[in-house]
């Protein structure tokens, strides 16, 4: 079968540092994306993995290892605003088309 | 402003009726992509159309149906509405549709709030 697991819901504080983990499970692993949706927002996009490592945007980063099945993003200097929900996808084959969404972590930031 | 546009914002309808959502990807984007999203969930693949071919099925239900024309909009069709349709309907597109980091970016209209009494 095919899932994806991520915490339902993370509170940090502004200015911290936190890190929304993503574990998945399903064949044909391509590549993990991470998407940013603001309430009543459409998503948008943040990142995407296909090699094992750190990728860096700012004051985001996303890693994956694709021998754990594993990968998170990590949000540097939290901002009020980056207050939101967070998805991870897994990409499977070699085409966005067949594309697995998890259920999304509700981050909270705290002042 | 991701470019992509999406009508109507809002609709409201009975159970067992039709309806049409209208999409308009980015100037250039050959990729259109529909999800759907019930409150408080993720986003459910349902369809992916690519320079007016459908490219691939997710979860779609065999009432809903969806195509994309030659100027490379596209409409999700949505049939004998059951109370469970109700959702927030996305549309996406992306530059290219056979793999390649380019297409996992996507980029996402606002959605239509599509409530079903």
């Known amino acids: 079968g095919q899932s994806l697991e991520q915490p339902s819901e993370v509170t940090a504080v502004e200015g911290a540092i936190v890190q929304i983990n993503c574990t998945y499970q399903?064949?044909?692993?391509?590549?993990l994306s991470w998407y940013q949706q603001h309430d009543g927002g459409a998503p948008t996009f943040l990142s995407y993995n296909a090699l094992d490592g750190l990728e860096e945007t700012g004051r985001f980063s996303s890693f994956l290892s694709r021998s754990d099945s594993y990968g998170y993003l990590l949000l540097q200097e939290l901002q009020m605003k980056d207050s939101a929900s967070y998805f991870c996808?897994?990409?499977?084959?070699?085409?966005?088309?067949?594309?697995?969404f998890g259920s999304g972590t509700r981050l909270s930031i705290r002042p | 402003d991701s470019g992509v546009t999406q009508t109507p914002k809002h609709l409201i309808t009975a159970t067992g009726q039709r309806v049409t959502l209208r999409c308009s990807p980015r100037?250039?984007?050959?990729?259109v992509y529909w999800y759907q999203q019930s409150l408080d969930q993720g986003l459910q693949f349902l369809i992916q159309?690519?320079?007016?071919?459908?490219?691939a099925k997710g979860n779609i239900l065999e009432r809903f149906s969806a195509q994309q024309f030659p100027d490379l909009h596209s409409e999700l069709n949505l049939s004998s509405l059951e109370l469970g349709d109700s959702a927030l309907y996305f549309c996406?597109?992306?530059?290219?549709?056979?793999?390649?980091?380019?297409?996992?970016?996507?980029?996402f209209g606002p959605g239509t709030r599509l409530t079903v009494l």
């Open positions: 159309y690519y320079n007016g071919e459908e490219r």
């Open positions: 996406a597109s992306s530059v290219v549709g056979s793999g390649g980091r380019e297409e996992y970016e996507q980029f």
């Open positions: 996808a897994v990409s499977r084959y070699s085409s966005a088309s067949k594309i697995i």
């Open positions: 100037s250039g984007d050959l990729s």
């Open positions: 399903t064949s044909g692993f391509y590549g």
